[in-house]
């Protein structure tokens, strides 16, 4: 039986349970080549199957990120897709598997910071995710920090103390000041 027909759209359901369900599967037989077949299918015809599999890869990237991380660029590929769905799954999929390939992640951040920009609150916090985890990096630190530092101030209210506290292991002393000038007044407002 083919990855494809186990997904829920395959399987004429609205849910997502099939979908992790197979993810589940997929992680516990470590089967490359379900996800092969799922990255593939990234482009199937069928904007249900497409969804699916996004979903699907997701979820097995959250438990075993290696298993996805080989397919970063088809996945940072979708960042341009007009379907929503596969958008947001395309900001999720990275921030499972950055730790994976930081300079892959690193090199997309001006398209994933574009989404991030349009897209919706989840998906500006999987691009948050993705900068706390490039932050830990020492060589992408600088450069991380100055981005997260414009989600910081220009966060919706709500969304401020969490990445601001999720912020917080990679802010050093040397950007602590600067970190502080643009949180206080946010905080203020």
Not at 124 to 131: E, F, G, Q, T
Request: charged letters at 25%.
């Amino acid at each position: 039986m083919s990855v494809i027909d186990k997904l829920a759209t395959s399987l004429s359901r609205r849910d997502e349970l099939p979908n992790k369900e197979l993810a589940q599967e997929i992680v516990g037989n470590k089967d490359a080549a379900a996800v092969k077949e799922l990255v593939q299918n990234l482009r199937n015809k069928n904007k249900g199957i497409q969804g699916d599999c996004i979903k699907t890869l997701y979820e097995v990237a959250e438990t075993e990120p290696t298993l996805v991380a080989i397919y970063v660029n088809d996945i940072l590929a979708l960042l341009h897709s007009n379907n929503n769905r596969m958008q947001w799954g395309a900001m999720t999929a990275p921030s499972m598997i950055t730790n994976e390939v930081p300079k892959d992640i690193y090199n997309a951040l001006g398209a994933l910071g574009d989404v991030a920009e349009k897209g919706s609150v989840i998906t500006k916090d999987h691009y948050v995710a993705i900068l706390v985890k490039l932050g830990k990096i020492k060589e992408y630190t600088d450069d991380v920090l100055v981005l997260l530092n414009e989600q910081i101030l220009n966060s919706p209210v709500n969304q401020l103390p969490t990445y601001a506290e999720n912020a917080l292991p990679i802010i050093d002393e040397q950007h602590k000041a600067l970190f502080i000038k643009h949180l206080l007044p946010a905080l203020l407002m």
